[in-house]
Structure formats: C-alpha cells, structure tokens
Nanobody, 124 residues
Framework: QVQLVESGGGLVQEGGSLRLSCAAT????????MGWFRQAPGKERESVAL????????YYKDSVQGRFTISRDNAKNTVSLQMNSLKPEDTAVYYC?????????????????WGQGTQVTVSS
C-alpha cells in the first residue's frame, strides 16, 4: 500500500501560478504510475495530468496542455503539478492518485490509492 498527502493548494488570481505536491509513504514509490485529478462541485472527477512510473511518459487534459506540468522524483517519493496561467475554470479539489502499473490510466476508477485532496480556487 501507499499513502498520499497533497499540499500546495490555495486561492490565486486568474493568470497566477500554484505548485501542488504529493508526498508518498509506504510501498516503493517507483512502482506506481501517478496522476493528478480534479473534481469541481456537481461534476465528475477528471484526469488532469498523468505520469508513468519511470516519468518517461505523460498525459495532459487538453484544456491544461501547455499550462500545467507534471513531474516526479522517485528518490524523494514525490509527484508535483506546476500550474501556470490559471483560469477560474481550473477551480476544483485536486487529488493525487497512484496505481501500481508501468504506464498510466486515464480514468479515476483505475486508481486504487488516493490522497485527501487540496482545494484550488482561481478568482477572476
């Protein structure tokens, strides 16, 4: 098993930046593909950025491509999401997720382990 704890959320103005971090403890971090998901009120949880366990492959939701960057440090057991040029529609609770597989899955129900979430609010 792995335990995940997110940090770095907050309130930011449109056009601003935030960096989310997810710290993992437990089983060897490098066996997990990792993902950042988000859920806005009344909406389904959606994938935002995903990364393979080696870090060699990434995926981004179309609407965040070019603005968000996912990265991982297997030596420090962390995965991060750098979010630039934030928009009000990025407002949501952001979750870190892990699944023991080499590549990544795009749907939330494929991930077994989740953090508690961190709120990101972008004001216009």
């Amino acid at each position: 098993q792995v335990q995940l704890v997110e940090s770095g959320g907050g309130l930011v103005q449109e056009g601003g930046s935030l960096r989310l971090s997810c710290a993992a403890t437990g089983r060897t971090f490098s066996v997990y593909a990792m993902g950042w998901f988000r859920q806005a009120p009344g909406k389904e949880r959606e994938s935002v950025a995903l990364i393979s366990r080696s870090g060699s492959s990434t995926y981004y939701k179309d609407s965040v491509q070019g603005r968000f960057t996912i990265s991982r440090d297997n030596a420090k057991n962390t995965v991060s999401l750098q979010m630039n040029s934030l928009k009000p529609e990025d407002t949501a609770v952001y979750y870190c997720a892990a699944q023991p597989t080499s590549s990544y899955y795009r749907t939330a129900n494929e991930y077994a382990y989740w953090g508690q979430g961190t709120q990101v609010t972008v004001s216009s």
